[in-house]
């Protein structure tokens, strides 16, 4: 999730489907495990703070995916219960046969972005034209999110030099390897900012087809332990909205899990990441907190299928979006 370099390694890869088992109904006695991606980070921090709080059932516990998992992995082989992913790429996973359910909204605005040096040239996305634009790679919401870009722009990948560079956008960047780069609002830009390097953010789109990191389960999951999800989804959104309206208290909670946070400049630098992914969450038009609409998925897949993004089973909208607790 835009969350970390490491999810953004995540997001990029889509599961075949073969070798991987949806958990069977027996699961139901089992603690319900939330899964986060990769290395602790104060953008999880509502996770942590509903936790803390003691906003979820007592058998409820967070885990973070080993390094080398797909985003996806631990709930489909049964181990998670709800995954905290992007939605975009779950609809992309279940069109290549993982059978995933969006249960509910996380990121109310989509993170993805087009980031240049303040000092560029490049003022808007036209302005990208002939230019070369760096990303990890050509999967996931970084991959979208150019697509996205240069859509808005009425360009196409061919009208720009697309360098596929790993996860190294800010030392490109910052170097003048690349013109521009792909990231996320609450992640790469602010630690380019904070490393030196002032940068203008291009906004993808003012209606961005996309929805970002949700909150994922599985249909069986869902079937068998629908009302324990319910009370999942609730006290994740308390943890969410504890989040936006005390970012300091998301510094602290979150210290448990990045103990280099009692070093007061890295503390400051992770208050300045809530606040930016608080902006994501809080969204806009009065989309409240943790919400997920059905109504917004047919623009997304049909978005995801125009740009061949999609596998052969491409899915409808009520069967990869089933809103609980709203």
């Given amino acids: 999730m835009p969350l970390s370099r490491r999810h953004l390694l995540a997001s990029g890869l889509v599961l075949s489907g073969t070798g991987v088992l949806t958990a069977c109904s027996s699961q ?14 104060i953008q999880f921090a509502p996770f942590y703070m509903a936790l803390s709080d003691g906003q979820y059932a007592a058998d409820v516990s967070l885990r973070h995916h080993g390094e080398q998992e797909g985003q996806f992995d631990a709930l489909l082989a049964g181990t998670e219960h709800i995954v905290v992913g992007g939605a975009d790429e779950a ?25 240049v040096p303040e000092s560029s ?29 240069l859509s808005t722009a009425g360009l196409s990948p061919d009208d720009v030099d697309v360098q596929e560079i790993g996860y190294t956008q ?29 940068v203008r953010i291009l906004n993808i789109g003012e209606d961005v087809p996309l929805l970002g990191v949700s909150l994922i389960t599985t249909p069986d999951v869902l079937a068998d332990r629908r009302d324990e ?74 978005f995801l299928k125009d740009h061949e993004l999609m596998g052969e089973q491409v899915p409808q909208a009520s069967d990869v979006c089933v809103p609980l607790g709203q």
């Fill in 91 to 115: 609809v992309v996973a279940a069109s290549n046969g993982n059978a995933l359910v969006v249960i509910g909204g996380f990121y109310q605005r989509y993170p993805g972005c087009i980031i």
């Fill in 229 to 302: 999800l319910t009370d999942a989804v609730t006290a994740s959104v308390t943890g969410m909205t504890t989040f936006v309206e005390d970012p300091d208290a998301a510094v602290e909670a979150t210290k448990e899990y990045v103990p280099d946070l009692t070093d007061a400049t890295q503390a400051a630098h992770a208050r300045e990441v809530a606040v930016a992914t608080g902006e994501l969450i809080k969204g806009k038009d009065g989309q409240a907190i943790g919400s997920v609409r059905v109504d917004d998925f047919p623009p997304m897949i049909d």
């Fill in 28 to 41: 139901a006695s089992s603690p319900l495990t939330i899964g986060l991606t990769y290395t602790p980070n």
């Fill in 170 to 198: 800010q030392a490109a960047l910052a170097s003048g390897k690349v013109d521009a780069v792909a990231g996320f609002s609450n992640n790469d830009a602010v630690q380019l900012e904070q490393n030196g390097t002032p």
């Fill in 121 to 149: 040239d490049i003022t808007d996305l036209a302005g990208l034209k002939g230019r070369a634009i760096g990303t990890p790679g050509r999967t996931g919401e970084t991959w979208y999110s150019v697509l996205v870009a």
